[in-house]
C-alpha cells in the first residue's frame, strides 16, 4: 500500500499560521506576502484547530477565498491550509482540488520553497493514485492513474536526488496502468513498469520485498518464469517461513517443465520443483494431503517409483495423503510400474474395505486379476462389481464379463452377459454383436458334437 507523506496535524498547523503574522502592502504583481485582512482572519484559526473544529476551520478558509486575488501568495496559503485541514480530517478527495491550486500558484510565482513544492507534487500525486484505487469506473481509473504518474514523473525530474520509495511509486503506479484491464494486459507498461523497479536495485543496499513482489509480478505478467524463479528462489531465502513463495516456486518450476521440449530440461525441471518440496517440508511446510500427493506425482514423472510408491502407502495408511479411489488405484498401478504385482492386488483389496460400495474399485480388481491370468477371481470380482451401484461404464463391465464366460465355456452365460450389455450405450454394438455370434457358434458348435 502506498503511504502518503506525513499528514500536517496541528502542529503544521501553527507552523502554517505563523507565517500569517507578516503584514504587507497590496501589490499590483503577485508577491509573497499576506494580505493584512487574511493575516487578521487566520489569527482565529488557532482555537479553531486546537478545538479540531474541523468543520469550522474550513468555513473559515471558504469565507475568505473568494474575497482574495486569482493569482494571490493569499490564495495559494489558503489553498494550502485548507489542505492541510482536509488531510487532518481524513478528507483526502476534497483535498485534490486546492492542493492543485496551491502547487499551481507556488510553481509558477515561487511562493513556497523547492522542497515543499516536491512534497506537495508527491502528495498529490499519492491522493490520485488513492482514489484510484476506489474507483470501479474504469475510465475514470486509468484517468487518475495517469495524472497520479505525470505528478510523480514531474517529481523526479525536479528532485535533485534520486529516491527508493519514489522509484518504486512510480513502477507501482505504471503496473496498476498495465493491468487494469485484467483481459488486455498492457505488456510494454510492464516492460516499463520492471524498468522503473529495477533502477531501484542500485538505490539501496538491501532492496525491501515491495520490490521484488512487483519485479516478480511484472516477470509473471511478461511470462519469463525462468526468471520469475530466481526472484523466488530469493524471497524464500528471506522467507522461509512463508509457504506461499515455496508453493509458487514449486509451481513455476512445474510449469517450466511444461514449457520445455528437451526431455533431460523437462527431467530437470521436474526434479527441481520436488526438491523444492522437500525443501519446504523440511521446515514443516507444504504438508497438506494435496500438496504430499504433488510429491507423489513428481517421483512418478521422474520414474522414481519405490519412492512413490513408500510415500503413497505411508500416506494413504496415516491420513497424510487424501483417501479416495482414485489414489489406491494409483498406488495399485504404481506397484504395477515396479513390477510388484502381488502388492497391486492387495492394494485395491484394501481399496475395497475402506469403499465397501464402490463397484468401480471391484471393476479394476477384476482387470488386474485378468491381466495376472487369474480369470475365475477376475470372474467374481465383476459380479460382485455388477452387484454394486456407480459403474462408470456397465455395458463394458458385463461385456467383459460375457467375454470371461465364453473363455471359460460357460456359454449360455456369456450369451445372456452380452445380452445385457447391448442396453448399455457405452458397450460397441459391433463388439456386442461379435461376441454374441462367437458364442452361438460355440453352442451350436458344441451342440453339433453331441
Known sequence: ?????????????????????????????????????????????????????YAGSLQLIDGLLPAVQPESYDLALLAQIKVQILL??????????????????????GFFEPKALLDQRYLLSQLYYQKSSESRVPAERAALLEKAHLHIRRWMELSPTPSPEVQLYAASILYAQATLDPGKIDLAKIR????????????????????????????????????VADLLELMVLRHPDSAQYWQQLASTYFALAAEMKDPQ????????????????????????????FSVVALLLTLEQYNRAVALLEKG????????????????????QQAHQETRAVDALRRAVEHFPQDAQLEFSLAQLHYSLGEIGEARTRL????????????????????????????????????????????????????????????????????
Not at 89 to 104: F, G, V
Not at 316 to 335: C, M, Q, V
Not at 390 to 417: H, M, N, V
Open 1 to 53: 500500500m502506498i503511504m502518503f507523506l506525513s499528514i500536517a496535524r496541528r502542529g503544521v498547523l501553527l507552523g502554517l499560521l505563523s507565517l500569517c503574522a507578516i503584514t504587507v502592502s497590496a501589490q499590483e504583481a503577485p508577491k509573497k506576502e499576506i494580505s493584512e485582512k487574511v493575516s487578521t482572519e487566520l489569527g482565529k484559526l488557532r482555537a479553531l484547530t486546537e478545538a479540531k473544529d
Open 88 to 109: 487532518t480530517d481524513s478528507r483526502y478527495d476534497a483535498a485534490i482540488d486546492p492542493l492543485e491550486r496551491a502547487l499551481d500558484l507556488g510553481t509558477r510565482y
Open 192 to 227: 516499463q513498469s520492471l524498468a522503473e523497479a529495477e533502477k531501484n536495485l542500485y538505490l539501496q543496499a538491501k532492496p525491501s520485498d515491495q520490490l521484488y513482489v512487483l519485479m516478480l509480478a511484472a516477470r509473471q505478467q511478461l511470462g519469463q518464469l525462468e526468471a
Open 265 to 292: 530440461e523437462v527431467a530437470r525441471y521436474h526434479l527441481r520443483s520436488l526438491l523444492t518440496f522437500e525443501r519446504a517440508q523440511e521446515l514443516g511446510l507444504l504438508n497438506s494431503p494435496r500438496e504430499n
Open 316 to 335: 494413504l495408511e496415516g491420513g497424510s495423503i487424501e483417501n479416495t479411489r482414485p489414489n489406491w488405484e494409483l498406488l495399485s498401478n504404481s506397484y
Open 383 to 450: 459380479e460382485t462389481a455388477l452387484g454394486k451401484e456407480g459403474l462408470e461404464k456397465p455395458g463394458q463391465a458385463r461385456l467383459f464379463l460375457a467375454y470371461i464366460d465364453y473363455e471359460l465355456q460357460r456359454f449360455e452365460e456369456a450369451e445372456k452377459w452380452a445380452g445385457e450389455a447391448a442396453a448399455h450405450p457405452d458397450a460397441k454394438p459391433e463388439d456386442v454383436r461379435r461376441l454374441t455370434r462367437a458364442v452361438r457358434d460355440a453352442i451350436a458348435a458344441r451342440s453339433g458334437k453331441s
